[in-house]
C-alpha cells in the first residue's frame, strides 16, 4: 500500500520558517540585482538607466479558480502578467517581488507548487526574485506580485504618443485566452453537476494554454530592437483590443480605424466561438489576457515591421474628430467601446 502523502500546516513553520523554505537555494543572476533577499530591502543598482516599476493583485475567487488553475501555472501567470507590462513600456524587467496572503487551508506543498510556477517563470525570462512578504488571511489566497525594470530614457515607449498617421500593430493571435477561460468554467459545471465525469479538454489544447499559461511578448520587444523600430506608441493587452486601442488614442488625442479582417484569430479559437454564438472578433475585441503587445508605428517602418512573422498591421491613426471605428469586411463602420463583450458591435454609426 502506497504511504500516505503528509502534508505540512502553515502553522508548523510559521512567517519565518515558510519564508526560509520559499528562498532557499534562490540565486541571483541580475547584475542590478545588488542584494536580493534575507535584509530589510533588497537593493537595485540601475546605474544610468530609468527603472520602471509595475505592480498587480490576484485575489482568489476573483481573479482565478483554484478548481481549474494548478497553482504551477498560476504562479507562472502571476510573474509574466506583470513583466508584460514592462515589455509594453519598451523596458527589460530585472526583478520582481512576491506577496502573498493564505489562509489556514493552504499547505507547505501546496505553497511550493505555486512557487516552482513562480521560479520557472523567473526562469524563463532571466529576472530575479529579491524579496515579499506573507501573512495569513481569513480566506483563500492573494497574490501581489511587483516588477521592476531598466528602461532606457531614448527608447521607452509610453501609450500617449500616437501620431497621425501611425499604422496600429499586434503580435500573435487575439481572443483564444477568453475562450480557454470559458472551456475551463463548462467543464467546472459539467464536473460540480456530475463528479462522476472527467472533464475533457480535448480539442482544446491550443485556447485552454493560452488561459492557462500565457506568455509575456519578450521576443517582440527584442526583435523590434533588432530592426531598429522603436514603436511610436505602446501598450500590452490585457483587457480586450478594444480597451487597449481606446487607452492609446484617449492619452495621445488621436482617432483610429481597425480593419475587422486583418485582426489575428487562431483558428481553434474562431472555431470555438462561433460553437458559443460568439462572433470571433467580439472575443478578440473584449475578451482579454491575450497579454500580447498593441503598438503603433511611423509609416516608413511598414516594410521593416510587416516582414516579421507574427506581427500584423491591423489598422491607422486617424484624426480624433474620426473617432475609433472597426470597419467591417462589408463596409460598415461601428464605434470601438471598452465594455464587456455582450455589449460589443451593438452601434451602427453610418
Ligand atoms: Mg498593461
Not at 520559499?22 to 540565486?27: A, P, S
Not at 472527467?198 to 526583435?223: C, F, M, N, W
Request: contains cysteine; negative net charge.
Amino acid at each position: 500500500m502506497e504511504e500516505e502523502k503528509k502534508f505540512t500546516h502553515l502553522s508548523e513553520l510559521g512567517e519565518f520558517g515558510l519564508i526560509q523554505e520559499l528562498t532557499k537555494g534562490l540565486k541571483t543572476k541580475q547584475e542590478s540585482t545588488f542584494l536580493g533577499v534575507g535584509d530589510d530591502a533588497a537593493i537595485i543598482d540601475n546605474a544610468n538607466k530609468l527603472t520602471v516599476v509595475s505592480t498587480d493583485l490576484l485575489v482568489e475567487g476573483v481573479h482565478f479558480d483554484l478548481m481549474y488553475v494548478p497553482l504551477k501555472h498560476l504562479g507562472y501567470k502571476a510573474i509574466v502578467v506583470n513583466l508584460s507590462d514592462i515589455y509594453a513600456m519598451n523596458a527589460q524587467p530585472k526583478q520582481v517581488t512576491v506577496s502573498l496572503a493564505l489562509s489556514s487551508k493552504y499547505t507547505l506543498e501546496a505553497i511550493q507548487e505555486l512557487y516552482a510556477g513562480i521560479e520557472k517563470a523567473c526562469e524563463y525570462y532571466g529576472v530575479d526574485l529579491i524579496g515579499g512578504d506573507t501573512t495569513s488571511s481569513l480566506k483563500g489566497m492573494t497574490i501581489s506580485v511587483t516588477a521592476i525594470g531598466q528602461g532606457e530614457k531614448d527608447k521607452v515607449v509610453k501609450r500617449d504618443t500616437a501620431k497621425v498617421g501611425d499604422y496600429i500593430c499586434v503580435s500573435g493571435d487575439l481572443g483564444a485566452a477568453y475562450l480557454g477561460l470559458q472551456i475551463l468554467e463548462r467543464e467546472k459545471q459539467v464536473y460540480l453537476e456530475n463528479p462522476g465525469i472527467i472533464p475533457s479538454l480535448d480539442g482544446h489544447t491550443y485556447i485552454v494554454g493560452r488561459q492557462l499559461k500565457p506568455e509575456a511578448r519578450k521576443d517582440v520587444i527584442q526583435v523590434l530592437q533588432e530592426i531598429e523600430v522603436k514603436p511610436s506608441a505602446m501598450i500590452d493587452i490585457s483587457d480586450g483590443l478594444s480597451s487597449e486601442l481606446l487607452h492609446i488614442c484617449h492619452a495621445s488625442g488621436v482617432g483610429c480605424e481597425i480593419h475587422e479582417r486583418d485582426i489575428p484569430i487562431h483558428p481553434e479559437a474562431s472555431e470555438q466561438a462561433l460553437e458559443f454564438s460568439i462572433p470571433p472578433t467580439t472575443c478578440a475585441l473584449s475578451g482579454g489576457e491575450d497579454y500580447e503587445l498593441l503598438f503603433t508605428i511611423n509609416k516608413e517602418d511598414f516594410q521593416k515591421v510587416d516582414a516579421i512573422p507574427g506581427i500584423t498591421v491591423i489598422g491607422e491613426i486617424v484624426d480624433k474628430e474620426k473617432g475609433c471605428k472597426l470597419l467591417t469586411p462589408d463596409e460598415k463602420s461601428y464605434d470601438l467601446i471598452a465594455q464587456g463583450w455582450n455589449a460589443l458591435l451593438n452601434k451602427d454609426v453610418e
